[in-house]
């Protein structure tokens, strides 16, 4: 197990709704990732946070953001839920002292959007 | 990455058998490469890494070789166990820490 973990594991929300998600980072690591990940596919970036901002982002549009908090931990807000938002969304948290900032993936959360 | 929808590339090999897993990358500026096992209804674990200055890192009982000349990164699993059935995906680090993910291979393992 990694530390790093997610919640809610499950997740059913309707067109139209908000949703957030909740990720804490492992111990000692400053840096968090969120990633989609549709079934039977790899994981797609949609952002990073470091010391509390956006520190790169993928190709997911505005209704997606994000938050860290100073503990490290961090949010994925999703507004206007569409049906191809159901997906796993995974948190990952990285080091960015260390070398190679590996990322460490959580569990995640399955969305499901109806 | 590549995207295959649900129908994953799978490996199939017995039990003991030494199984290679295979990656094309797409971005000769990625400078680092990471594999990952991913179990159903888990998230992706950690396996190994390469930096690109390295042709060839070994793990316990995993192996992984880079060859920048055609963009190709492989995994190769000494005596594959059961606990070894999974989805692979490879991984790489180029501007930003952002990670791109290959589309994945599913290893089985037969008893």
């Known amino acids: 197990e990694t530390g790093v973990t997610q919640s809610p594991t499950h997740l059913i929300k309707t067109r139209g709704q908000q949703v957030t998600l909740r990720c804490s980072s492992q111990?000692?690591?400053?840096?968090v990732s969120w990633y989609q990940q549709a079934l039977g596919q790899g994981p797609q970036f949609i952002f990073q946070y470091y010391r509390e901002e956006e520190n790169g982002r993928g190709n997911f549009p505005p209704r997606f953001s994000g938050l860290q908090f100073p503990n490290y931990s961090s949010e994925l807000n999703v507004n206007a839920l569409e049906l191809d938002d159901s997906a796993l969304y995974l948190c990952?948290?990285?080091?960015?002292?260390?070398?190679?900032?590996?990322?460490?993936f959580g569990p995640g959360t399955r969305l499901t959007v109806l | 990455g590549e995207s295959v929808g649900l129908h994953l590339p799978t490996l199939s090999v017995q039990e003991g058998d030494n199984s290679i897993i295979n990656c094309a990358y797409s971005n000769s500026a990625s400078d680092y490469f990471i594999w990952y096992k991913q179990e159903s209804g888990k998230g992706p674990q950690f396996i190994i890494d390469?930096?690109?200055?390295?042709d060839k890192r070994q793990g316990q009982r995993v192996t992984v070789l880079l060859n920048k000349t055609v963009k190709h990164l492989s995994l190769q699993i000494a005596a594959t166990q059961p606990g070894d059935s999974a989805v692979y995906f490879c991984a790489e680090k180029h501007a930003g820490n952002m990670l791109t993910f290959g589309g994945g291979t599913r290893l089985m393992v037969k008893p």
């Open positions: 990952a948290s990285s080091n960015d002292r260390e070398s190679t900032d590996t990322q460490y």
């Open positions: 111990s000692g690591h400053n840096t």
């Open positions: 390469i930096r690109s200055n390295m």
